[in-house]
């Protein structure tokens, strides 16, 4: 496979007035051609600044990335690249689509012209071919009437058409990566699943790799190849979509997945939710960052951070529970320790 994304030892900081707040804390991973990968966890998590890292979106000063960081494209390094050829990169080879596409459509241009707009600058069309390809997008992301709709101002798109029109101008210049922060949170739930099944299909159809940021692991069950799950800025699991649903091994992924609303249980009990906050990362704790949170906490957990442990070949965990070198616990789930 194709490696298209490779963001190596990323470590992201704001300085505020309080002191330097440690917002992703050396996080490194990769992203395959055509692949869709999740990255989930609460907010504050380091989910969205690590997406916004790629892009080029993370705004320096207040925003510092430590010089030993890399965000390789192709092998291309995307964090020495001059603002000018990243604007490049943004739109033809990555295009993001946020979870307010009322904040990122320009409220005063038709829907069609903002779409062609896109498709100017990036490709080079003339105005009305163009605006003809802008009509093809429409249709493509199921718009009715799209020579219609195409003439009309965001304000009189429904929220999930306009996340429509959103996925048409992120699409329209064929990108190499989609990056989705949230998508879907601030649709209902039957659109939800219709834009996500959008993504999905569109993805096949453009074999385009996309990169999915969503604090909820329900979401990404149908459309995630791999999934990572962050706390804290780190990434403190990863694996295929079977491994984190069906053999998940860190205390706060079996959190998440106890937070899933379920067809198959019975439907009085409430859905989990957990207690406290993530720590404060002016001053991250220097063991697991989970441990005050953590119903299986041991002193170690406290002392040192633990290094990931491979359960597999695409399976990682931090967690002492199932550190080689950690002091011999019985394995809170069962199973071998
Ligand atoms: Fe819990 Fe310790 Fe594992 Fe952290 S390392 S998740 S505190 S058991």
């Not at 490779?6 to 900081?13: A, T």
């Not at 300085?15 to 707040?21: E, H, L, Q, S």
């Not at 989910?47 to 990335?65: D, H, R, W, Y």
């Not at 003439?151 to 989609?178: D, T, V, W």
Request: contains cysteine; aromatic residues 6%.
């Amino acid at each position: 496979m194709t490696r298209l994304l490779e963001v190596k030892n990323l470590k992201v900081s704001y300085n505020t007035y309080a002191g330097k707040v440690q917002s992703v804390r050396g996080v490194s991973f990769h992203l395959n051609a055509g692949e869709t990968l999740a990255i989930v966890g609460e907010s504050g998590c380091g989910k969205t600044v690590t997406s916004k890292a790629i892009l080029g979106l993370i705004q320096t000063p207040p925003g510092e990335i430590s010089k030993d960081s890399e965000i390789l494209l192709e092998g291309k390094d995307l964090l020495k690249l001059p603002e000018k050829e990243m604007r490049n990169v943004r739109g033809s080879d990555i295009s993001m689509i946020f979870q307010d596409p009322m904040t990122s459509l320009n409220p005063t241009m038709t829907i069609g012209k903002q779409i062609a707009e896109t498709i100017v600058n990036h490709r080079g069309l003339d105005k009305a071919l163009a605006y003809q390809e802008a009509i093809k997008m429409l249709k493509l992301v199921n718009i009715p009437n799209a020579e219609a709709r195409a003439k009309q101002y965001p304000h009189e798109f429904s929220g999930g058409m306009r996340q429509r029109a959103m996925i048409a101008i992120a699409l329209a210049c064929n990108p190499k990566i989609l990056l989705a922060d949230e998508p879907t949170t601030a649709l209902d739930v039957t659109i939800q699943a219709q834009i996500m099944d959008l993504i999905k299909d569109l993805q096949d159809k453009f074999q385009t790799a996309v990169v999915l940021v969503t604090h909820d692991l329900g979401v990404v069950a149908d459309v995630a190849d791999r999934i990572q799950v962050m706390y804290s800025g780190l990434i403190v699991e990863r694996g295929t979509v079977d491994e984190i649903f069906y053999n998940a091994q860190h205390p706060y992924t079996w959190a998440l997945l106890q937070s899933v609303p379920r067809l198959d249980t019975k439907n009085k009990a409430k859905l989990y939710s957990l207690n406290g906050t993530p720590p404060d990362l002016l001053k991250p704790p220097v063991g697991c960052p989970f441990a005050a949170r953590c119903e299986y906490a041991m002193n170690i957990c406290k002392e040192a951070m633990p290094e990931a442990t491979k359960m597999s070949d695409s399976h990682e965990v931090s967690c002492w529970l199932k550190h080689p070198n950690a002091p011999k616990v019985k394995n809170p789930i069962g199973g071998s320790d």
